[in-house]
């Protein structure tokens, strides 16, 4: 789980860079001046056109990887699951077990205790 936090973090960081860069753009290519051709707009656009297209990829990256990590969290705890169950089945018949035989013992002190009772009395 802290892998997911970790990569969502520098998912968000590097969206708020992204965004820090493209804003900075184009906030330099506003207020240029009369003798601006447009030349340099058509620069400032097509990278935020590849910041966008990086940003998404990565982004998409991201999801997919939080994706695979649930998905492998769920094996792991359904994994867990099945062991426990296991573990538990076994303790039942661990359990019963033990109570059959102490069950056994009862009856067979109460036999023996019967027999010398028999020798005692007359």
């Not at 013992?105 to 205790?113: D, F, H, L, R, S």
């Amino acid at each position: 789980m802290n892998q997911i936090d970790l990569k969502l973090r520098r998912l968000g960081a590097l969206l708020a860079a992204v965004a820090a860069i493209g804003g900075g753009a184009l906030l330099a290519g506003c207020g240029g001046g009369g003798d601006s051709t447009g030349g340099s707009s058509g620069s400032v656009s097509e990278e935020l056109s590849t910041t966008g297209k990086n940003a998404q990829k990565e982004a998409e990256e991201a999801v997919e990887t939080a994706e695979r990590g649930l998905e492998e969290g769920k094996e792991k705890a359904q994994e867990g699951l099945e062991e426990a169950k296991e573990q538990l089945e076994n303790s039942r018949g661990t359990s019963k077990k033990s109570l059959e035989e102490t069950k056994e013992k009862a009856e067979e002190v109460a036999e023996e205790a019967k027999e010398k009772a028999e020798e005692l009395l007359p």
